[in-house]
């Protein structure tokens, strides 16, 4: 079914964003975005978060054949098996938790938290990825150099989601609150919480804060397009510390 609601653009070479209308519990929007990479050696890397219409299928069959689909963390794991059966030969990467939640009929080709810490799985050429292990949702952070663009599920937020609900007849502003974003008090309190163990939070915020990115796309609200860095350390200063 055709969904008017998706907003597809490229938001830097070879980065294509795949933006709708999401809301959680159905009364928080959030928004959702899917992310897809169209890597070196013309396949295409798709962080797989939204649903796949024909919109979306119809831009990533132009950019190339899909050879990867990545869920990035433990609850963004709904839309794998459309994106797993329209593009049967592409590698399924996901990690431990999102595996232990998804469809059981699916076959995972990596499993971050399972495999090995050094596994590669054949898009680092163009993508290097970080497991955060101490982070509640286990996410996977991910990092296109070519871009400068890091891209993320839950571990950073920029709402309210104004792209997301742009062809609909909301703002996508957040009752009472309007704005949670990477520098606020609240998304400050939200990092801290959902780390489980600090050590190997700080570990892996320092290895991102390394990263040399501008940009971030976050699956929930808009696309952070300068300044991303900052966005980063503002949000999880508090791992910045020395311990």
Same mark, same amino acid.
């Given at each position: 079914?055709?969904? $008017? #609601? &998706? =907003?597809?653009?490229? @938001?830097?070479?070879? =980065? ?11 009364? @928080? +929007? ?13 396949? /295409? ?8 219409? +024909? ?19 433990? =609850? !963004? ?11 049967? &030969?592409?590698?399924? *990467?996901?990690?431990?938790?999102? /595996? ?27 993508? %290097? ?14 990092? !296109? ?21 742009? $062809? ?7 009752? #009472?609150?309007?704005?949670?974003? +990477? ?5 400050? $309190? ?5 780390? %489980? ?7 892996? /915020? $320092?290895? @991102? ?13 808009? @696309? *952070? ?19």
């Amino acid at each position: 079914m055709s969904d $008017k #609601f &998706t =907003v597809i653009r490229e @938001v830097a070479t070879s =980065v294509w964003t795949f933006s709708r209308p999401f809301a959680r519990y159905g009364l @928080v +929007p959030v928004g959702g975005r899917s992310t897809a990479v169209k890597l070196s050696n013309g396949g /295409v890397w798709v962080l797989a978060s939204t649903p796949l219409n +024909p919109e979306t299928r119809q831009k990533l069959d132009e950019l190339g054949p899909v050879q990867y689909i990545i869920s990035a963390d433990a =609850v !963004h794991h709904l839309f794998l098996g459309e994106f797993k059966t329209a593009y049967p &030969t592409a590698k399924l *990467i996901a990690p431990a938790a999102a /595996v232990e939640r998804a469809d059981k009929s699916l076959t995972f080709d990596g499993v971050w938290g399972r495999d090995a810490p050094d596994t590669k799985y054949g898009f680092e050429d163009d993508i %290097e990825a970080c497991y955060f292990s101490g982070f509640k949702n286990k996410d996977v952070a991910f990092f !296109h150099a070519a871009s400068g663009t890091m891209i993320e599920a839950d571990l950073l937020f920029n709402l309210p989601c104004t792209e997301q609900y742009s $062809k609909t007849n909301s703002s996508g502003a957040i009752p #009472f609150f309007g704005s949670i974003g +990477p520098s606020s008090w609240l998304h400050q $309190k939200l990092s801290s919480s959902m780390g %489980e163990d600090k050590a190997a939070m700080r570990r892996d /915020v $320092k290895t @991102v804060a390394n990263w040399n990115f501008t940009r971030i796309i976050p699956c929930h609200g808009d @696309v *952070i397009e300068t300044g991303g860095k900052q966005a980063w350390l503002e949000a999880y200063k508090e791992y910045m510390d020395p311990a």
